[in-house]
DNA sequence: CGTCATTTAGTTGTGCACAACTGAATTGTG
DNA sequence: CACAATTCAGTTGTGCACAACTAAATGACG
């Protein structure tokens, strides 16, 4: 009899939810300590990495790669542009958009955060191939929680 | 040549950290669904599953298995007093500390909870093994973390 | 052209995480 | 016993996540 009582799946240290939010609260931790010399947030960080990767882009299309929207983005913007690291401005074509642009220091800011992700790394204690091999197993799961979560969504259903 | 250029590093689909958080968030969507039901977010869930397996708790020990503090948990615990599940109550012995009680409702609660876990577990798409092993990864990385945040500290050292 | 649905940021309100602090109770030490 | 250090819960302030909403601009269609 290998199968599992029910109520054992209350047990706390079987809740994968409970490793994963330990983990990634203390993936924040790591973080807050590494990013403190950058005056960034780990939030804010992620915003910079997608701006230094893609250039200057929409609020919209900001929030598509993060996988946030404007309620998170727009608070988190003001104090980006309160720190001089962007600039936020109507764009003239389409006047509901708003282009989120780096400043010379926020694009600055790219090579003082270069040496993060390494640090990052070797707190984990994980070689590049078991890093891979996570994070592939993670966005598996996330994709399949995200696809329960639409037929979950009562009298919703799949698109 | 199979190692990777630092600049890489930045590139976002490379960050364990996005991975880790969006299924985090993930998570959180699947639960938001499923625990409308009984009226609990996810870090009330979480101090419910730890009162029901472990029994009536002052406050500390609740943070220390949880990993929050009190300015995490103060209000929360709160609202689920006003919610009617737990009552808190200064201990006689030490008047510091504060008991939180399972009320009646509190401890019925679990029988509509016990197949919550099941739900999850589904919605992930994993089988008990699969968890199982991403479980035992993502603890080690958590202990890895927690172990390197204290060795960042400046100034501070391993003890 | 005018109307209406859609798109886009932003705002408001709730809840959580965490740092820094307060204040009361307890414990350790001389 | 007195008093300093520690423990514990709570409060305050900042920042994030998300739902629900507003307001303005755009686009589609009759």
């Known amino acids: 009899m290998t199968t599992t ?3 054992d799946w ?3 240290d079987q809740q994968i939810c409970f490793s994963l939010n330990a983990a990634s609260r203390a993936f924040g931790g790591v973080y807050r300590v590494v990013l403190k010399d950058l005056g960034l947030t780990y939030p804010q960080y992620l ?3 997608v701006l230094w990767e893609r250039g200057d882009l929409p ?3 900001l929030g598509e790669h993060l996988r946030l929207d404007s309620g998170t983005l727009s608070p988190l913007l003001k104090r980006l ?3 001089g690291l962007v600039r936020r401005e109507r764009s003239a074509r389409d006047e ?12 600055a800011l790219r090579e003082r955060a270069l040496e993060v992700p390494r640090r990052i790394a070797a707190a984990t204690g994980f070689d590049v191939d078991e890093i891979r091999e996570l994070r592939a197993r993670l966005d598996q799961l996330t994709a399949a929680l995200d696809a329960a979560a639409l037929e979950e ?3 919703q259903g799949v698109q």
């Open 96 to 107: 509901r958009s708003v282009e989120v642009r780096l400043t010379g220091e926020g694009a």
């Open 153 to 155: 969504m009562p009298g």
């Open 47 to 49: 915003v910079m990495l």
């Open 5 to 7: 009582p029910t109520a």
């Open 10 to 12: 209350l047990r706390l």
């Open 59 to 61: 609020v919209k299309k």
């Open 81 to 83: 542009e309160a720190a």
